[in-house]
């Protein structure tokens, strides 16, 4: 089964500044998809952005980007002009083409800005 | 166009009992996918139903079942509740496809299930 790993249960980022959240994940498949989902202290998770893994250009929304390193099995998740409303739980997840609509998460990323 | 919505939000159970929560999609979206979270094991998958048929079943024991009606609408049911069973059950609706849309989950609020 696929796993995926983010090493940093918590974080911090002061107002304004730039913070990126690591994610890695196990594979032997070489079509997949990658998401990042936010769960802000209301709980209703948000899609943030979404990677192709055939598409070798990084998926930019807005003030959210990621670095993705196919070779590396690296997903990270940079939020840039970070604002008091980007606080949350982080979650990085992995969408197998070969086992339908299963998708796999991380165990996820506290991010606290600092005002 | 109306999000995901789950009933109940909030639930309280004592060991032994069964629950029934359910999970209306968005429209169009043909896919219902579950998910227990809780603190320690993060969020797992339960199991995903595509026009009323299971598709994928995640590795959880029997008393956790569920089912999709010709809506598109589902419910899932735990029986003989333990205390471990006490998390945050998620449902998320989805859509194929090769649009930019397509294959993104989109979550409910969710169930807060308490089993004392």
């Known amino acids: 089964a696929q796993t995926v790993t983010q090493s940093q249960p918590e974080m911090s980022v002061q107002e304004a500044e730039t913070v990126t959240l690591s994610c890695t994940y196990d594979t032997s498949e070489s079509d997949y998809y990658l998401f990042w989902y936010k769960q802000p202290p209301s709980r209703q998770m948000i899609l943030v952005i979404r990677q192709e893994a055939y598409k070798q250009q990084n998926a930019t929304e807005n003030r959210f980007s990621v670095n993705f390193q196919k070779a590396a099995k690296s997903f990270s998740l940079k939020i840039s002009d970070s604002q008091l409303g980007d606080a949350a739980m982080y979650f990085c997840?992995?969408?197998?083409?070969?086992?339908?609509?299963?998708?796999?998460f991380g165990t996820g990323t506290s991010l606290t800005v600092i005002p | 166009k109306a999000g995901v919505t789950q009933t109940p939000r909030y639930l309280i159970k004592t060991r032994g009992q069964q629950v029934t929560l359910s999970c209306s999609p968005i429209s169009g979206h043909r896919s219902v996918s579950w998910y227990q979270q809780t603190p320690g094991q993060g969020l797992q998958f339960l199991f995903e139903?595509?026009?009323?048929?299971?598709?994928n079943k995640g590795n959880f024991p029997g008393r956790f079942s569920g089912r999709q009606f010709s809506n598109s609408r589902s419910e899932m049911n735990v029986s003989t509740l333990e205390l471990g069973d006490s998390a945050l059950y998620l449902c998320?609706?989805?859509?194929?496809?090769?649009?930019?849309?397509?294959?993104?989950?989109?979550f409910g609020a969710g169930s807060r299930l308490t089993v004392l």
């Open positions: 997840a992995y969408r197998s083409q070969s086992t339908g609509n299963q998708f796999y």
């Open positions: 998320a609706s989805s859509y194929p496809g090769l649009t930019s849309g397509a294959n993104v989950l989109t």
């Open positions: 139903y595509f026009s009323e048929t299971q598709r």
